[in-house]
């Protein structure tokens, strides 16, 4: 169980994400540092390992820039929950290892304790004690996240056919 850090705007894009001013670095710390700083200066501040992201809908859209998947799991983000993403963030974050799940109607606020469960698309708010059905993900993808990433499954399994 982690911590909820609920932003219920739609078309957070990645820019918003993570200024193209900053992506300009290999420095992980750099990046998780400037995280979200457009939406909420502080979010970088109270984000802990293990923590929650959740939106609202078209989450990621924008550019295709992977540093904004990247910069969020830097963060110490766990899972991102959304409504919807944007199609290249979303695989985007798989491919680096950043879970990502949707659910279209939840009652998710920040501060509640939430859990995951990625394999049967559930998402619990023990806050509230109530449980939202998420998008099934597909068992390729949760193959990849397992590995901790694209590079990571093909090092692990061969190219995929």
């Given at each position: 169980?982690?911590?909820?850090?609920?932003y219920?705007?739609?078309?957070?894009?990645?820019?918003?994400?993570?200024?193209?001013?900053?992506?300009?670095?290999?420095?992980?710390?750099?990046?998780?540092?400037?995280?979200?700083?457009?939406?909420?200066?502080?979010?970088?501040?109270?984000?802990?390992?293990?923590?929650?992201?959740?939106?609202?809908?078209?989450?990621?859209?924008?550019?295709?820039?992977?540093?904004?998947?990247?910069?969020?799991?830097?963060?110490?983000?766990?899972?991102?929950?959304?409504?919807?993403?944007?199609?290249?963030?979303y695989?985007?974050?798989?491919?680096?290892?950043?879970?990502?799940?949707?659910?279209?109607?939840?009652?998710?606020?920040?501060?509640?304790?939430?859990?995951?469960?990625?394999?049967?698309?559930v998402?619990?708010?023990?806050?509230?004690?109530?449980?939202?059905?998420?998008?099934?993900?597909?068992?390729?993808?949760?193959?990849?996240?397992?590995?901790?990433?694209?590079?990571?499954?093909?090092?692990?399994?061969?190219?995929?056919?």
């Amino acid at each position: 169980m982690t911590t909820a850090h609920v932003y219920p705007v739609d078309n957070i894009d990645t820019d918003r994400i993570i200024p193209g001013k900053y992506t300009k670095t290999l420095d992980m710390s750099a990046l998780a540092s400037h995280v979200l700083e457009d939406l909420d200066s502080e979010f970088s501040k109270k984000v802990q390992q293990g923590d929650i992201l959740v939106a609202g809908n078209n989450f990621g859209c924008g550019s295709s820039r992977e540093q904004a998947p990247i910069a969020i799991k830097a963060a110490g983000v766990s899972v991102v929950v959304a409504k919807t993403f944007a199609r290249i963030f979303y695989r985007n974050a798989i491919n680096i290892g950043l879970p990502v799940i949707e659910v279209e109607h939840h009652n998710i606020q920040s501060g509640d304790s939430i859990s995951v469960d990625l394999e049967n698309g559930v998402v619990t708010n023990h806050t509230k004690n109530e449980t939202y059905q998420a998008t099934k993900m597909p068992q390729q993808m949760i193959d990849i996240l397992n590995a901790g990433g694209l590079v990571n499954y093909l090092i692990q399994h061969g190219d995929y056919v």
